[in-house]
């Protein structure tokens, strides 16, 4: 069983930056760099919503059109991390925003994650 733990969300004015992370936690968890890495986020009343996805070796990213050329997602094998780097935030970012494993796709759909972390809350002001 994988778990993941994200931090770095928090309160940012409209135009901000913030750089979340996600990384495993548990003795279980041995081999970060088979699992392609996503970052996907949930607003309040809506349906949860890709972000990012990043392959297993960090040469390949894609993006949601909603971020693109705003977020970039990358990781750090040797760390056992994955980053999302957020910049231009606006008040449609805001989400608790969460981070993802799978071992089956590369893919922006959520079914193809089997592991999920706890979120961590972004909020943008205006």
């Known amino acids: 069983q994988v778990q993941l733990v994200e931090s770095g969300g928090g309160l940012v004015q409209v135009g901000g930056s913030l750089r979340l992370s996600c990384t495993p936690s548990?003795?279980?968890?041995?081999?970060?760099?088979?699992?392609?890495m996503g970052w996907f986020r949930q607003a309040p009343g809506k349906e949860r919503e890709s972000v990012a996805a990043?392959?297993?070796?960090?040469?390949?990213?894609v993006y949601a059109d909603s971020v693109k050329d705003r977020f970039t997602i990358s990781r750090d094998n040797a760390k056992n991390t994955v980053y999302l780097q957020m910049n231009g935030l606006n008040p449609e970012d805001t989400a608790v925003y969460y981070c993802?494993?799978?071992?089956?796709?590369?893919?922006?759909?959520?079914?193809?994650?089997?592991?999920w972390g706890q979120g961590t809350q972004v909020t943008v002001s205006s």
């Open positions: 993802a494993a799978s071992r089956t796709a590369y893919s922006l759909w959520p079914s193809a994650y089997s592991y």
């Open positions: 548990g003795r279980t968890y041995r081999t970060f760099s088979i699992y392609v």
């Open positions: 990043i392959s297993e070796g960090g040469g390949s990213s």
